[in-house]
Nanobody, 125 residues
């Protein structure tokens, strides 16, 4: 079971760190993805970290601002989000899979089998 947390209201230019915690399994055995969905828009794959080699990938819209990382001691995957803008406002989800994922599929919804509930991120002044 996945649990995403850490969302909230932040001013433009601010930072947030989202957490994706797991129960019932070790996240080190899973490829983890972060997705977001803004009202009226399709769900977007924001970032992912592949199980097999630790490869990370980012959407162009967040590259250089967001960082995905994992803390095995806490069985948690993080999404550090810096330089936030109103365009980052969305419901953020984490997802996991034990399947082997090729790099080009790492940020696609269909690659994932397990989903946590979303955590809302609102960027506004």
């Amino acid at each position: 079971q996945l649990q995403a947390s850490g969302g909230g209201l932040v001013q433009p230019g601010g930072s947030l760190r989202l957490s994706c915690a797991a129960s019932g399994g070790s996240l080190s055995d899973y490829t983890i993805g972060w997705f977001r969905q803004a009202p009226g828009k399709e769900r977007e794959g924001v970032s992912c970290r592949r199980r097999s080699d630790g490869h990370t990938a980012y959407a162009n819209s967040v590259k250089g601002r967001f960082t995905i990382s994992r803390d095995n001691t806490k069985n948690t995957v993080y999404l550090q989000m810096n330089s936030l803008s109103p365009e980052d406002t969305a419901l953020y989800f984490c997802a996991a899979t034990r399947r082997g994922i090729i790099v080009s599929e790492c940020r696609r919804e269909r690659s994932y089998d397990y989903w946590g509930q979303g955590t809302q991120v609102t960027v506004s002044s």
